[in-house]
């Protein structure tokens, strides 16, 4: 790399990029600590850093996370998270370098006949409803309603407002064995327009997801509207 004409900040932004561009580095894939990466080629760790800078730029890296900088999505300013795993938002933002935070807008516990059908449960019973806005960088991303069986998990009824729900069940010694979930266009209404900051209803994506303890329970309902402006979704098939 030392021999090549150009200067070392700008051999390593454009082998960088080619490894982006070429997905070889997927969007989500959180880089090496500017150190770190500084110690690794033997260059200075300004170099690193003017390199990196200049990616920002161009909208191929985000914000720094906990570990380090991470890819952004080949649009600049969307959000492609992978569906390869289970995840909450909380997690799923962290990997991608943004802050997470949450608003509540509900919070109650329900007894609900067709929740209870849903979760095939008895018809008394009981349920957490939360109806949360949920935010990457301040940005409000998506709307969502979640309901979590008391029957399943009873401990999530003393959980705090902004507690990560996945957090909480697995302390309890239930974490999430997987997911049923699917994916369908859905227009905003008049609430969820003002939150969105839409000044008319623009198409979201609207994800159902049905998730299941190892013993094959079910404990929670998700319907989470996200904004059809920031996000793309990424799914790897195999052959």
Not at 28 to 49: D, F, K, Q
């Amino acid at each position: 790399m030392r021999e090549a004409p150009h200067p070392l900040y700008l051999q390593l932004e454009e082998q960088i990029a080619a490894l982006i561009t070429t997905e070889r580095l997927a969007p989500g894939t959180t880089l090496p600590p500017e150190r770190r990466l500084a110690e690794t080629l033997n260059v200075s760790r300004a170099t690193v850093r003017t390199s990196y800078n200049a990616l920002r730029l161009r909208g191929l890296l985000g914000g720094r996370g906990r570990r380090g900088s991470v890819v952004q999505a080949s649009a600049p300013g969307r959000l492609a998270p992978g569906m390869d795993r289970l995840k909450g938002f909380t997690q799923e933002m962290e990997e991608m370098g943004r802050i997470p935070s949450t608003r509540v807008l509900e919070r109650r516990i329900v007894a609900d006949r067709s929740m209870a059908s849903l979760f095939g449960l008895h018809s008394e019973a009981r349920f957490l409803h939360l109806v949360r806005v949920r935010f990457g960088d301040d940005q409000p991303l998506t709307v969502e309603n979640a309901w979590y069986s008391l029957d399943i998990a009873p401990h999530l009824e003393a959980a705090g407002p902004n507690a990560s729900m996945y957090a909480e069940l697995s302390r309890a010694g239930l974490p999430l064995d997987y997911c049923d979930q699917t994916i369908e266009t859905a227009v905003p209404n008049a609430r969820e327009c003002a939150i969105f900051g839409f000044e008319t209803p623009t198409p979201c994506l609207l994800i159902k997801r049905r998730s299941y303890i190892k013993t094959g329970a079910m404990v929670e309902y998700v319907e989470g509207l996200f904004r059809g402006d920031a996000y793309i979704y990424r799914l790897r098939l195999q052959a």
